[in-house]
């Protein structure tokens, strides 16, 4: 019961920095796990960051680690991510998510996208050399 739109993709140069940010509607940010993934061309969505209700742990996949950092405001019902040195790896789709938290979790649940209750459209990322 809650609708995800992201924002704040652009076209940006190698080692610049970037904020995508994902307002909730329909319900609010306080009850769900929150995630971002990505999907570079011709390639499969992968796993990037994910914060938990009351940001209680963060999680990063190893690639992002030191350049993003994954928070919430919940107040706004918005989650951001906050990218630094952008690399033109960086380049693809970048979707947030939303989990209800329940009872019983695989390990490492929030790399699995089956998890998530709840998918924004997209935003687009370009970073060029």
């Known amino acids: 019961q809650v609708q995800l739109v992201e924002s704040g993709g652009g076209l940006v140069h190698a080692g610049e920095f970037l904020r995508l940010s994902c307002a909730a509607s329909?319900?609010?940010?306080?009850?769900?796990?929150l995630g971002w993934f990505r999907q570079a061309p011709g390639k499969e969505r992968e796993f990037v960051a994910t914060?938990?209700?009351?940001?209680?742990?963060?999680y990063y996949t190893d690639s992002v680690k030191g350049r993003f950092t994954i928070s919430r405001d919940d107040a706004k019902n918005t989650v951001y991510l906050e990218m630094k040195s952008l690399k033109p790896e960086d380049t693809a789709v970048y979707y947030c998510?939303?989990?209800?938290?329940?009872?019983?979790?695989?390990?490492?649940?929030?790399?699995?996208?089956?998890?998530?209750?709840?998918w924004g459209q997209g935003t687009q990322v370009t970073v060029s050399s």
């Open positions: 329909g319900s609010t940010f306080s009850s769900y796990h």
């Open positions: 914060i938990a209700l009351s940001a209680v742990g963060t």
């Open positions: 998510a939303a989990t209800i938290p329940g009872p019983e979790r695989p390990p490492q649940w929030w790399r699995i996208q089956s998890q998530y209750d709840y």
